[in-house]
């Protein structure tokens, strides 16, 4: 407890009282940013004050659209599930990014043969990305993508990749042209 004191009301003839004390050090364990996510502290104490020794399991849980940096101050360590033995005041902080994403490059033009491109999505460690579906004219493959050969006019898809827009275009087959003199 953090009360500084306790009274007691002694009898009116002789008591022999004793007391008994454990040591107690605060633990003060913040996010960076709140809404970064969630850090659980287990067991957990009302006060915030551990006995000495105690061992702590500090978790921390991104939010989604975050990921979890790691934790700082009088902890410092990158997974998200810590065990710390408390033998003094603790001030940890779990850290949290936004997930942001970039694209390597905008969407190419094939011509009407087709051919193969790749994409690279750039996004901080631990965060997630999807893309769309893609059309039957276009396959994915483990090092990128296939575009088929087009005989027919030009067309173009916008893929979503990791939230970003990616357009691929493809030129139109070359039509033959059939001229009669007379």
Do not use: E, H, M
């Not at 004793?18 to 940013?33: E, I, K």
Request: hydrophobic share 35%; with cysteine.
């Amino acid at each position: 407890s953090t009360s500084p004191s306790i009274t007691v009301t002694a009898p009116s003839g002789n008591a022999t009282y004793s007391a008994n004390f454990q040591t107690q050090y605060l633990v003060t364990a913040l996010r960076d940013p709140v809404a970064g996510g969630n850090l659980v502290l287990t067991p957990s104490a009302a006060d915030n004050y551990y006995n000495a020794n105690a061992a702590v399991n500090f978790q921390a849980t991104p939010n989604a659209g975050y990921t979890f940096v790691g934790y700082q101050g009088d902890l410092n360590a990158t997974a998200p599930q810590q065990l710390l033995f408390i033998n003094a005041p603790k001030n940890i902080t779990a850290k949290f990014t936004v997930c942001s994403y970039s694209l390597s490059a905008s969407g190419p033009s094939f011509p009407a043969s087709g051919g193969t491109g790749s994409v690279a999505v750039t996004a901080p460690a631990g965060c997630a990305w999807t893309t769309s579906q893609l059309p039957n004219w276009i396959s994915q493959t483990p090092s990128g993508y296939t575009v088929a050969p087009n005989s027919g006019g030009p067309r173009s898809f916008v893929w979503t990749v990791a939230g970003q827009s990616y357009t691929i275009s493809q030129q139109g087959a070359a039509t033959a042209c059939t001229y009669t003199i007379s």
